[in-house]
């Protein structure tokens, strides 16, 4: 049994839980459902890497506690986030007769946890389910804070819903078998946190990233704890992004809009929050909101990191066009985060012509349209596949 975890509690009201944070813990998850009063069945959503990897673990686990434990299989990365494998994975609980009190168990990365909580949410108007996340990304953000959903093909996370889990259960040992990409992609939603919401933070991350780029234990606890702590406590004041909760999306304006101009497969989540992030903080500057030394520093440290930090060949109108598809667009207005210092950001409305000018002083080779590509046949989703635990 691993050591007593970090917890970090995030107090919603009505609808209260922890995030746990240690390592070893997969070992203990059917221990941790039973004490929060779970019985019966339990779906472990996953892909077939990740159950390769900790699917006999958690399986056993859970069987060990008494819960009949299943797994149901989606494919890798953003092609499982659609409504397809949505309604794949809603015909198996169906025929497997779950019901409401049974359980969906995330265990995975961002995409699992966005997927899984989504159908939590709307099969039988909502059933209980657990965050397991594998991956940095998800570990620091997606995992917490209860929004779900999946992709519309004009935007990323269009669909969906607000759904908390009720617990977040997060083993760092499962950090050490991440692809570097992963890894790398996962740091950019650190800085974020220390550009949102604390200074200290951010030059604790400009001290450290070299171990961090080692995976050294004792800074990734802290980054993951202390990541945590930052989402919750926003999470907490503003559950339903109405207003503060909004300042989490720093860097994702324009990293939405790269992912969804990409099809969602040139760059992974992190990466375009990397770039996304440069190009605010740039934006914020050329707005006469922020110093030059703002952009430098965010900017060296996302070098440092490994990530990319300049924009894809594309053009203005189009980068606008899918800015516009993003959910923080309110009353035909495309808002932003901006930062007005490092661990302070406001959120305003842009206007297309500054921004365009912006865009162009800074990219001006990428004012021409891209070469045309021939359209394929669009191939239909594979059914989820749903087998028994060994």
């Known amino acids: 049994m691993s050591s007593e975890p970090t917890r970090v509690a995030v107090p919603l009201t009505g609808r209260p839980y922890d995030i746990l944070i240690g390592s070893g813990l997969l070992k203990e998850i059917g221990r941790r459902l039973r004490g929060l009063g779970f019985s019966g069945k339990v779906a472990v959503v996953t892909n077939p890497s990740l159950r390769e990897w900790y699917g006999s673990v958690v399986t056993r686990s859970l069987k060990g506690a008494g819960f009949e434990a299943r797994t149901i299989l989606v494919p890798e990365g953003e092609r499982a986030k659609t409504l397809r494998w949505t309604a794949a994975i809603l015909d198996e609980l169906v025929a497997a007769r779950f019901e409401r009190g049974s359980v969906l168990l995330a265990l995975g990365g961002g995409v699992i946890g966005d997927l899984t909580g989504f159908v939590a949410a709307i099969y039988q108007r909502g059933i209980p389910f657990i965050q397991v996340p594998t991956t940095l990304i998800a570990q620091v953000d997606s995992s917490v804070g209860g929004k ?13 819903a607000f759904h908390q889990p009720r617990l977040v259960l997060i083993d760092t040992a499962t950090l050490r078998t991440l692809p570097s990409r992963e890894w790398v992609a996962g740091i950019a ?3 974020k946190y220390g550009m949102i919401a604390d200074e200290q933070f951010f030059i604790y991350l400009e001290r450290q990233m070299p171990a961090l780029l080692k995976r050294e234990e004792e800074p990734v606890t ?9 989402k919750a406590s926003v999470v907490t004041k503003d ?3 109405s207003d503060h909760r909004r300042i989490l999306n ?19 989540h992190g990466e375009a929050v990397g770039i996304g992030m440069v190009c605010e903080a740039g934006l914020a500057h050329h707005l006469g909101r922020c110093a030059k030394e703002v952009v430098v520093r965010q900017q060296a440290l996302v070098r440092e990191a490994g990530l990319p930090d300049t924009v894809p060949p594309v053009r203005f109108g189009e980068l606008w066009t899918a800015m516009q598809h993003d959910k923080k667009v309110a009353r035909g207005k495309v808002y932003c985060v901006l930062p007005e210092r490092v661990g302070k950001v406001v959120i305003a409305p842009l206007d297309q012509a500054a921004v365009k000018e912006w865009f162009t002083r800074l990219h001006p080779r990428m004012m021409k349209p891209r070469p045309a590509v021939r359209k394929g046949r669009v191939r239909s989703a594979r059914r989820a596949t749903f087998v028994s635990s060994p």
């Not at 779900?148 to 969906?160: F, P, Q, R, S």
């Not at 790269?258 to 497969?265: A, C, D, Q, W």
């Open 250 to 268: 720093y860097g994702h304006t324009v990293g939405h809009a790269l992912e969804s101009l990409g099809k969602y497969r040139q760059l992974i």
């Open 222 to 230: 802290h980054i993951v704890r202390r990541s945590c702590e930052i």
């Open 189 to 191: 939603e650190v800085i």
């Open 239 to 241: 559950e339903r992004e």
């Open 148 to 160: 779900t959903g999946v992709n519309h093909a004009l935007g990323k996370n269009l669909i969906g």
